[in-house]
């Protein structure tokens, strides 16, 4: 079963370089797919409130990608890229995050989607059985909030607490 979430996209602004290959298939007026492979340098992206500066990969397939019921699959690499969502999500260059949307037509106007994203330094909080994905989320966020001394305070507690605590038995 598949689970969308609606919305309309008013406006988005895309400007940087793109290298990379692309392939259309069937006849132009009546496209049965299209791919795109890219690489963005100097990418700046904005829809609303969202941002992405910097380098990034973008993987495109479409299916039927003229027609009314067109379908497919974004996935954006963007760890050298800055990532903002209003105030409410910061990402600076360097911190591994992927993003994979899956879309549908939903009627004339609009698009059904999907979307996941993955930051992949959240796998470094979780701890088997003792701290959760959602838990480890909110770590992730904090710490991202965190200035650097503080951060760097929290990281050498932890480096303290593995080098001179032990179990008793």
Avoid: W
């Avoid at 290298?19 to 007026?29: F, H, S, V």
């Amino acid at each position: 079963a598949k689970v969308f979430t609606e919305a309309r996209f008013a406006s988005a602004a895309v400007a940087g370089r793109a290298t990379g290959k692309g392939n259309l298939a069937g006849p132009y007026d009546a496209l049965e797919s299209l791919a795109l492979d890219l690489a963005l340098t100097g990418a700046a992206l904005r829809m609303g409130d969202s941002t992405i500066d910097g380098p990034l990969t973008l993987r495109l397939d479409l299916a039927k990608p003229v027609a009314p019921e067109r379908s497919g699959t974004l996935e954006l690499g963007l760890s050298e890229a800055r990532v903002a969502k209003g105030t409410i999500f910061q990402k600076p260059a360097g911190v591994r995050l992927e993003a994979t949307t899956r879309f549908e037509s939903a009627g004339s106007d609009e698009i059904r989607f999907d979307s996941r994203m993955a930051l992949h330094n959240i796998n470094e909080l979780l701890v088997r059985g003792t701290v959760g994905p959602k838990t480890a989320q909110r770590l992730a966020f904090h710490i991202m909030r965190l200035p650097l001394d503080e951060a760097q305070a929290l990281a050498d507690a932890v480096l303290d607490v593995k080098a001179k605590m032990r179990h008793c038995s």
